[in-house]
């Protein structure tokens, strides 16, 4: 069966170049997402996270795609760095949770935000995956709007104490260390972001919220923390400025996603193609019938919509990476992020309901290939940012900041 991956790839080696480096990466990519395909479908089946997804990555080198060299990473710009998780959104979002989260909300707001101090004890262990991240922004209450989060912290000696609750938090009970954000306690602004270890008495795991309609192979958990202590040093950026790194994580994680998304439709595609040209109904295969034809018609053009969405908005990302103090730079990357985020993983689930359709009844057991995406790329349309909320933010971006509905 052709590999629409190497496709893709060979189609950005034509058009931008990839160099010997960054194809190496994609080839160790690709023998990590197959690797990972016999574990990911037995954990699936039994409905459990999938530890061997960080596993394989370690031995891969593959923990730290966007880390700087000097860091011990892979140093790869956004685009390689969607191409990888492009690749890997082949096995499932359930790959793709654990290593978004890990490298785009966590790795690189350390990246972007921290001090050498941090970068140097931080980034290298990272890149090996000896710190696996999680990003704790979401609350019981506190979802698409981040300024309402109830957690808060105190000053205590050299350092700070947290309170609160997080919830539906990716990597939440396997991290060794969450960026969390938190407003001083008994005031209404002022977020700040804190790197927490979660090896510490005051943070525990409440429940792993096993309960989900899929992402069973993800790590999702309710986190509370009673008097957690993060020392000075591990305040991330300026104390009061946390909104300023949690958006821009966000805006690293929605390419992230999004490529993903890409992997989830080529896989659609891969395994509708083997199905419909193989299983024969009414005497003939039913590849044959033109209603058959509609849903691979749709999903090929899905992905082929969807891929240079996605890759546009990775080149811009690398373009601001280049010119970081380019405001206008920012503004075109952050709204080609919510338009690719918000376009692909609306097209992945679509894609993911016409592959079941084209594979009838079997189609709707978790043992055949294609139900795992359908159950999980409804996630993609509500985390790193809703539907609704992209819209927003595309259409702001339309019609200016004055139009913001959500200020």
């Not at 590999?3 to 950005?12: H, N, P, Y």
């Not at 160099?19 to 089946?45: C, G, I, N, R, W």
């Not at 000097?70 to 949770?97: D, K, N, P, S, Y």
């Not at 891929?307 to 206008?328: F, I, Q």
Request: one cysteine or more; hydrophobic letters at 40%; charged letters at 25%.
């Amino acid at each position: 069966m052709e590999r629409l991956f190497q496709s893709s790839m060979d189609e950005v080696d034509r058009l931008v170049g990839l160099d010997d480096e960054e194809k190496q990466l994609l080839q160790d990519a690709d023998a990590a997402a197959d690797e990972l395909l016999v574990s990911e479908f037995e954990k699936y089946v039994e409905r459990k996270y999938n530890p061997e997804i960080a596993n394989v990555l370690r031995r891969h080198n593959l923990m730290g795609v966007p880390i700087d060299k000097e860091h011990g990473g892979r140093g790869a710009r956004q685009l390689v760095e969607a191409l990888f998780l492009e690749r890997m959104g082949q096995t499932g979002m359930g790959v793709i949770t654990l290593a978004d989260v890990h490298m785009c909300l966590g790795s690189l707001a350390v990246q972007d935000w921290g001090n050498e101090e941090q970068k140097a004890r931080y980034l290298p262990a990272a890149a090996k995956g000896d710190v696996l991240f999680a990003y704790g922004l979401t609350e019981p209450e506190a979802g698409s709007d981040p300024g309402s989060l109830k957690t808060s912290y105190a000053r205590d000696g050299d350092g700070f104490r947290l309170s609160g609750s997080k919830y539906l938090i990716s990597n939440g009970s396997v991290a060794t260390n969450m960026l969390v954000f938190a407003r001083p306690e008994g005031a209404a602004r002022g977020v700040t972001a804190f790197l927490v270890d979660t090896k510490q008495e005051g943070f525990k795991v409440d429940m792993r919220l096993e309960e989900k309609m899929g992402l069973f192979t993800s790590d999702t958990s309710l986190i509370s923390l009673d008097g957690a202590f993060v020392p000075r040093e591990d305040v991330l950026g300026e104390e009061g400025k946390g909104l300023s790194v949690a958006y821009s994580a966000l805006l690293n994680g929605r390419i992230g996603i999004a490529s993903g998304c890409l992997g989830v439709m080529e896989d659609c595609l891969n395994q509708v193609r083997e199905r419909v040209t193989s299983r024969v109904q009414h005497g003939k295969e039913i590849a044959r019938h033109q209603l058959i034809q509609k849903h691979v018609a749709y999903i090929e053009s899905s992905l082929e919509a969807c891929r240079w969405l996605v890759y546009r908005a990775a080149m811009k990302k690398d373009e601001y990476e280049k010119s970081p103090g380019t405001l206008s730079v920012r503004t075109d990357g952050d709204r080609l992020s919510a338009v690719a985020k918000y376009v692909s993983s609306r097209c992945a689930f679509e894609s993911a309901d016409r592959a079941v359709q084209c594979f009838g009844g079997f189609g709707y057991s978790i043992m055949s290939p294609v139900a795992k995406h359908f159950l999980d790329s409804r996630v993609a349309r509500i985390y790193e940012g809703t539907d609704e909320i992209m819209e927003l933010k595309i259409a702001s971006s339309v019609l200016g900041r004055g139009f913001e509905a959500y200020r």
